[in-house]
């Protein structure tokens, strides 16, 4: 399990393992005024097509790199609010005054161009609550930008680790909150839309805040559509986020739905105890969470020890046990056994009403 060589630490890329060619050979070489021509089409095609879900809300639209340079006032230093992977991201105001993040691509490498492409197309097609929304995009010459709404709290990871003096960690009810809105979002993605979408890159700095903490899901760039008729997987090269990735997909490149709940599992696990899903900063051993975890979840007595201490033993008892058995199943090494996000769902709402108090508004379901 701890095997996870082939995965470089912090995002996306790169295994060294082509299981089958992969959808991503000769990524980067489709750049150019063919790109938003591509964008244009499948959108056009789809409009108006859609099953329900996947219907198009409203579209998003092409900006000018002028427009981008205006709203952040040149990408004034002062504007950049976090840098990862893909680039470094922005808060700008639109003419029209309204408030937005801009990620702007880094010309580093060519593996962005395709990611850029799949998050345009995927959420210009997938819209729900729980979904980050994309305003729009520019493809003025090599520039490549992304507009979204902004986020003014932040990522689920920005509350949960090396938080800044003063800064109140998240309580347990609101941690269930952020639980519940990511599962809804993912079950959207699983079950909602058609076909499926595998998101691939389910950690918590891709879980972006509102100001009342419901959470939304962000960088559609590597998600892929999921396996149709009667196959049971898709194969691809082997992306997404050391820490977070399911053992069979890190070894094989046999993508599915339930590799997207082993990352499920791994931010609840770190909702709950606080912890990153990889620390170097830890002793050897311990740096791994899911590798830590594994002897507490062993034995039920040692479930509390698994509670963040910034909780300070605030939590009901019985809800933290049965986040942590929900979060256990969801770590399965057999995908087979990881249930699937609908029950999830149904858990976690439960829990979340339980933890604050209120009437539950289903039954227990059985996997708990
Ligand atoms: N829509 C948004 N609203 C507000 N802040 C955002 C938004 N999108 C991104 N950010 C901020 O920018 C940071 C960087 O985001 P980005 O998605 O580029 O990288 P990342 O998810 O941290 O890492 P990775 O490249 O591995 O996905 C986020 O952690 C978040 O703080
Ligand atoms: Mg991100």
């Known amino acids: 399990m701890g095997c996870f060589s082939c995965i470089l630490f912090r995002r996306k890329d790169v295994s060294k393992i082509e299981v089958d060619g992969g959808a991503r050979s000769g990524s980067g070489k489709r750049r150019g005024s063919c790109e938003e021509?591509?964008?244009?089409?499948?959108?056009?095609s789809k409009s108006g097509k859609g099953k329900g879900?996947?219907?198009?809300?409203?579209?998003?639209?092409?900006?000018?790199?002028?427009?981008?340079?205006?709203?952040?006032?040149?990408?004034?230093?002062?504007?950049?609010?976090?840098?990862?992977?893909?680039?470094?991201?922005?808060?700008?105001?639109?003419?029209?005054?309204?408030?937005?993040?801009?990620?702007?691509?880094?010309?580093?490498?060519?593996?962005?161009?395709?990611?850029f492409i799949v998050e345009?197309?995927?959420?210009?097609?997938?819209?729900?609550?729980?979904?980050?929304?994309?305003?729009?995009?520019?493809?003025?010459?090599?520039?490549?930008?992304?507009?979204?709404?902004y986020m003014p709290m932040g990522s689920l990871e920005d509350h949960l680790f090396d938080l800044d003096p003063g800064q109140a960690p998240l309580d347990?009810?609101?941690?269930?909150?952020?639980?519940?809105?990511?599962?809804?979002?993912?079950?959207?993605?699983?079950?909602?839309?058609?076909?499926?979408?595998?998101?691939?890159?389910?950690?918590?700095a891709n879980i972006l805040l509102d100001n009342d903490f419901n959470p939304k899901l962000s960088d559609f760039g590597l998600a892929k559509l999921g396996p149709v008729g009667d196959n049971t997987h898709v194969s691809t090269r082997v992306m997404g986020t050391y820490g977070y990735c399911a053992p069979e997909y890190a070894m094989s490149g046999k993508l599915t739905l339930k590799s997207d709940i082993y990352s499920f599992g791994v931010v609840l696990m770190e909702l709950i105890t606080g912890r990153k899903a990889i620390d170097t900063t830890r002793k050897q051993g311990d740096q791994n969470l899911v590798v830590w975890s594994r002897p507490f979840l062993r034995d039920r007595r040692k479930f509390v020890q698994l509670a963040d201490p910034l909780l300070e033993g605030q939590f009901p008892i019985r809800c933290l046990h049965h986040a942590i058995a929900i979060t256990a199943m969801c770590l399965q090494?057999?995908?087979t056994f990881r249930p699937l996000i609908g029950d999830i769902v149904v858990a976690l709402e439960y829990l979340a009403t339980q933890s604050s108090g209120t009437e539950p508004r289903k039954q227990v379901p059985d996997i708990l």
């Open 333 to 335: 090494d057999q995908p």
């Open 53 to 115: 879900s996947n219907s198009a809300k409203s579209a998003a639209r092409s900006f000018t790199f002028r427009d981008l340079a205006t709203a952040t006032r040149n990408f004034k230093e002062v504007n950049l609010i976090g840098e990862g992977g893909f680039g470094r991201v922005y808060k700008g105001r639109l003419e029209t005054g309204e408030v937005v993040a801009i990620k702007q691509l880094n010309h580093d490498g060519l593996q962005g161009f395709q990611e």
């Open 120 to 149: 345009v197309l995927m959420l210009s097609l997938l819209h729900h609550p729980n979904l980050v929304t994309l305003h729009g995009y520019c493809t003025d010459g090599d520039q490549r930008l992304l507009v979204y709404e």
């Open 172 to 204: 347990w009810n609101t941690r269930m909150k952020i639980a519940v809105g990511s599962a809804k979002g993912l079950e959207y993605l699983h079950c909602k839309a058609n076909p499926p979408v595998i998101y691939r890159d389910l950690k918590s």
């Open 37 to 44: 021509d591509a964008i244009e089409k499948r959108r056009a």
